[in-house]
């Protein structure tokens, strides 16, 4: 199968509004772009690392996963590795669909349809803010490549069809995301990622950006599932690493650092509010 790029929209059918796939593709480089629509990437081989911001992690892909990007979210693709991918724009609402807004396509097609109600209810489901990662979507590799014999044809009624296999594309992604095992994943992993990085600025907005959820959201669905909210979480670990540090005979100056503090007067203060007394006693106390 050879790399393949559809110039969309087309007049038919304007809600797909980019299409294709690379195979056997080696460390992809895409600048900082965003799209009107909804973006899905589905990576059927390989694995590599993929970076969307340089505020967040890069994300570890491997074969099945989907990224899904939200609309009008500036993004990078830089993809480390060996991997092969299908990618689709698609609009959910009325409107004027460009393939990039950074520029964009002058000559693109206005959205001259009314998105079918179900598919807008679906798409509610997701809550994305900015992006998810899905991994192990199995089923997804024929959907894409169903759409793609489609956009070949000049069948009659293949924009109807790519319709339907759009939204069953989308329907799988919202019940891997939407269920119970998936809403909780991306809570366990950023309480992974808290733990690891507790020594690092970390903010409700970058862990919404992290999971694509939005902050409401996350912090709500943290709570639930780890019993705080993720700011408490964050100072909790802090103030954990901080008793361990200054029972090792480290300044509070340092231990403030090493714990993400870049005030030690709101370190002070909040190390006496968890624990009873300042640092330094505390230090006194337990060497």
Known sequence: MKNFYK????ENFTSL???GMHENSRDDTVPVHRHSGYEIFYFFNG?????????????????DDILITAPNYNHEFVMKGKVSYYWLGFHVDAGTPKPYINGGDPTANGMSEQVNADMADIVAELKLASYSVLHRVPGSLPVFRRIHTELDSSNKFADRMIYYHVMELFTIITRHRTGA?????PIDQLREYIDAHSDSPITLGMLADMSGLTPAYVSRRFKEI??????MYVNDVRMERAKELLAKGVRVTEVSIQCGFDNIYYFSALFKKKTGMPPSQYAKKNR
């Open 7 to 10: 110039i969309l929209p087309r």
């Open 17 to 19: 509004t980019h299409f």
């Open 47 to 63: 694995s590599g690392t993929l970076t969307l911001s340089k505020d967040v992690p890069a994300l570890e892909i491997e074969s």
């Open 181 to 185: 095992a998936a809403v909780e994943e």
């Open 226 to 231: 780890v019993g705080t909210s993720p700011i």
